[in-house]
T-cell receptor, first 116, second 114 residues
């Protein structure tokens, strides 16, 4: 069964450093997403991406964040200058096309980001 | 931002009995609802969804009920099995506005006792 994959599973970085989190969405999906879950809190939407551009973003997704689909398979989240409060689980998700009347998003296993 | 609420942080049920997980929402624009199951150190796994044009959707042991007037949905698992023990998240979105981000509840930890 096709699945979303994410690398690395755990990333430790120093405050102020840049990190890139990688995702390979399900191959026939058109929409891609990043969510995060700070320990003990709910899963929060960061950004959605369609047709090589951001379609929606939350207040959390400020100028330190960026997303890219550098090739036909990878979808990346870059955090330019990490802060302590960026420590969280970051989940990538993908879906076919919400315009078809559903929005079943399939999630990857997550990357645990620890900022020291 | 409490647009989706799961007021029960935990639930324990005997194996073979019914598990009922509840979820409330406040945003009347939400028209598509999903339930996810999550094990520790894994991503959320999609279980079942329901559109606001329906009031019930069933898939095997899982049934989701939607009460639009009460802005309430529930997930029924019957019979419950020990492997169902996990955290269950309710999520909602508004397809009619073209938004596609999911709003999640805080989750309910289900423990199925053998």
């Amino acid at each position: 069964e096709p699945e979303v994959t994410q690398t690395p599973s755990h990333q430790v970085t120093q405050m102020g450093q840049e990190v890139i989190l990688r995702c390979v969405p399900i191959s026939n999906h058109l929409y891609f997403y990043w969510y995060r879950q700070i320990l003990g809190q709910k899963v929060e939407f960061l950004v959605s991406f369609y047709n090589n551009e951001i379609s929606e973003k939350s207040e959390i997704f400020d100028d330190q964040f960026s997303v890219e689909r550098p090739d036909g398979s990878n979808f990346t989240l870059k955090i330019r200058s990490t802060k302590l409060e960026d420590s969280a689980m970051y989940f990538c998700a993908s879906s076919q096309d919400p315009g078809q009347g559903n929005n079943e998003q399939f999630f990857g296993p997550g990357t645990r980001l620890t900022v020291l | 931002d409490q647009q989706v609420k799961q007021n029960s942080p935990s639930l324990s049920v005997q194996e073979g009995r019914i598990s009922i997980l509840n979820c409330d929402y406040t945003n009347s624009m939400f028209d598509y609802f999903l339930w996810y199951k999550k094990y520790p150190a894994e991503g959320p796994t999609f279980l079942i969804s329901i559109s606001s044009i329906k009031d019930k959707n069933e898939d095997g042991r899982f049934t989701v009920f939607l009460n639009k007037s009460a802005k309430h949905l529930s997930l029924h698992i019957v019979p419950s099995q020990p492997g169902d023990s996990a955290v269950y998240f309710c999520a909602a979105t508004s397809l009619r506005t073209g938004a596609n981000n999911l709003f999640f509840g805080t989750g309910t930890r289900l423990t199925v006792i053998p």
